[in-house]
């Protein structure tokens, strides 16, 4: 007799009884709710997920007149989202992890390079977890993206003295290098044109980037040279492909014929997960930046080294952080990765016990030269110059 009853209720009845039952349902807890939705079900035979619905929207998809007030939008403010949106844009859009463990880094450059932050903000953005700079950056994330070919040449007979390694080397010591060349070709290998010689520590994450006129053994050679002369640790490993600007006498009497040897060793062809923390480098510091256009002209060597050396070298190694993986288990058909915390190389430098305490004193002397919204705003005005040549 009840379900008749509730047939010929009229629509006029329901509406009237929807505006009715819709205030008290607002004001209401989460228990009384389950109450009122029962008999709000009962009383007009509706699912009970279309009167959820309809309850929380309104007649007509309006929203109700009168709700219970949530909880206030604590981070909905305009200065913490700039500050937010200014650095991810700054740092190549990182994940909101990484971006976390950017802001107590970014935070007083900030200030420096847009002005004081109101205090409200300040506190805000020392607060704010990963999953609500998510939330924040939902609306417009999609909006912005980021800016190959196997180029490995063979080496020789000198591979009977370069052995292979699989295994890792000590990852917890600065001074153990994997590196690796990067082709600015274009879509055609035909020709001369520009390199990226591409090195990582393992154990911090510091990352050094050279541009080479084509793959030549003695260009290879002076740009390590260089290289070694900045690192502010002491090149202990060098890892590398089968290619042979790797493997050539020039760099095996480089790093044998020392006092203390280098550990000179290959990675297995056609394996590039043998040199996983340098092929990762290559698209977070080079394609990122770079992309894939072609660079054929001779005259931009000199002003992509500039880049490299003066401006990106700063940036990612002193204010972008990155996670290391701690451990990988096999959990029935899934792998499990745990990473520690996102730390930027300065700061896994300064940790680490390998390193001398004058060499820390003199990078952090450097740190607080800088700012990284400076040397953003520079590597895009090097970037663009870049393009107008190549192009």
């Not at 996102?342 to 700012?371: C, M, V």
Request: aromatic share 12%; net charge positive; charged share 30%.
């Amino acid at each position: 007799m009840e379900v008749e009853t509730v047939r010929k209720v009229s629509k006029n009845s329901k509406k009237e009884y929807l505006e009715t039952i819709r205030l008290r349902y607002g004001k209401a807890s989460k228990g009384e709710k389950a109450l009122i939705l029962d008999e709000f079900c009962t009383n007009c035979g509706y699912n009970r997920k279309y009167a959820i619905r309809i309850l929380n929207k309104g007649i007509n998809g309006n929203a109700p007149s009168e709700r219970r007030a949530g909880r206030p939008a604590k981070y909905d403010n305009a200065e913490l989202k700039e500050f937010l949106k200014t650095t991810w844009k700054a740092a190549n859009l990182p994940c909101s992890k990484r971006l976390k463990a950017m802001i107590p880094i970014w935070l007083p450059k900030y200030e420096q390079a847009y002005g004081r932050l109101s205090d409200e903000a300040v506190g805000l953005a020392k607060t704010i977890s990963a999953w609500t700079i998510d939330r924040i950056f939902g609306s417009f994330r999609r909006r912005y993206n980021k800016r190959g070919f196997s180029t490995t040449k063979p080496g020789s007979i000198i591979k009977e003295f370069v052995p292979i390694k699989t295994d890792q080397w000590d990852e917890t010591r600065p001074g153990y290098l994997e590196a690796d060349t990067v082709a600015h070709c274009g879509a055609s290998m035909a020709g001369m044109f520009v390199f990226s010689l591409d090195m990582v520590d393992i154990a911090t994450g510091w990352t050094f980037q050279r541009a080479l006129w084509g793959k030549g053994e003695r260009g290879v050679l002076e740009a390590m040279k260089d290289i070694e002369s900045i690192t502010p640790f002491k090149i202990l490993g060098f890892d590398c492909d089968s290619g042979s600007e790797f493997l050539n006498w020039h760099l095996l009497k480089y790093f044998k014929h020392r006092k203390s040897p280098v550990q000179y060793t290959r990675s297995r062809p056609y394996h590039k997960n043998d040199n996983a923390h340098v092929e990762q480098k290559n698209w977070t510091h080079v394609r990122q930046y770079l992309g894939y256009e072609r660079f054929d002209k001779l005259q931009i060597v000199d002003p992509m080294n500039d880049l490299y050396s003066n401006w990106l070298y700063k940036l990612v190694n002193y204010f972008l952080p990155s996670v290391k993986l701690i451990s990988k288990d096999r959990i029935g058909s899934k792998i499990v990765k745990k990473h520690d915390e996102p730390k930027t190389p300065f700061q896994r430098i300064l940790e680490s016990e390998y390193i001398a305490g004058g060499k820390k004193d003199k990078l952090k002397r450097e740190f607080e030269k800088l700012n990284p919204y400076t040397l953003e705003a520079e590597i895009r005005q090097k970037i663009k110059q870049i393009m107008e040549i190549a192009s």
